[in-house]
């Protein structure tokens, strides 16, 4: 079964501090990878996508293939980095269509 | 462009009634998706749509079904809703699968007393 684990309910870090994101994913084959924020009262959207390369408001993510995990990492936290993060892998479910499975996720807090 | 909308935004509903949640999207996309948020959880996928006319089971689906007669619109339907359904959900559009971002709408809180 695919499964994917951000062990952190809850983050707090100071502002200026670095932050790490753990996500952990146990797939099969090679999914694709994605991480999903949403701050308050805003819509889910997308972060970053493994695939791009891209880093986004600070923020990079590395896939470790033999750890199969995706953490998302940013230097130096901002007090607008406070959001709901999710990791979310896709794998091919068939029909040329992809699922996404989301993590629990992990409320980050940046503290003033 | 409005992107993605649901209708509507809260509804409180009795064991055993029915009710539809329309999402639309106005990005001319393929694929719809709708999904349910439980405090603690993640987001589940029940159904999905990779175009007009098709539909496919996700990972909850059991208790909902749905429709996709036009290619800008996603129907979920609750048949008989049980108090378990209470959740909060969300529709999102993706104009292909794989690495392609999915949009997503702004959630319908439903509760089932």
């Known amino acids: 079964a695919q499964r994917v684990t951000q062990p952190e309910k809850l983050l707090s870090v100071f502002k200026g501090a670095p932050v790490e994101l753990k996500c952990n994913y146990s797939y099969s084959g090679s999914p694709e990878l994605f991480w999903y924020v949403q701050y308050s009262r805003q819509r889910l959207q997308l972060l970053l996508r493994h695939i791009s390369r891209e880093s986004i408001k600070g923020f990079t993510a590395d896939l470790n293939k033999g750890e199969t995990s995706f953490h998302l990492k940013k230097p130096f936290a901002q007090e607008e980095d406070s959001a709901m993060y999710y990791c979310?892998?896709?794998?091919?479910?068939?029909?040329?269509?992809?699922?996404?499975?989301f993590g629990k996720g992990t409320k980050l807090s940046v503290i003033p | 462009n409005a992107g993605v909308t649901q209708t509507p935004k809260f509804r409180v509903l009795k064991t055993g009634q029915s009710m539809t949640l329309l999402c639309a999207q106005d990005?001319?996309?393929?694929?719809m998706y709708w999904y349910r948020q439980d405090p603690g959880m993640g987001l589940r996928l029940i159904h999905y749509s990779v175009g007009e006319g098709t539909t496919a089971k996700g990972e909850v689906p059991d208790g909902y079904n749905v429709s996709r007669l036009k290619k800008q619109n996603f129907l979920l339907g609750l048949e008989s809703a049980a108090p378990s359904q209470t959740s909060v959900y969300f529709c999102?559009?993706?104009?292909?699968?794989?690495?392609?971002?999915?949009?997503f709408g702004p959630g319908t809180r439903l509760t089932v007393t």
């Open positions: 999102a559009s993706s104009s292909s699968g794989g690495s392609y971002e999915q949009y």
């Open positions: 990005m001319n996309h393929e694929y």
């Open positions: 979310a892998p896709a794998a091919y479910s068939g029909a040329g269509s992809y699922q996404l499975t």
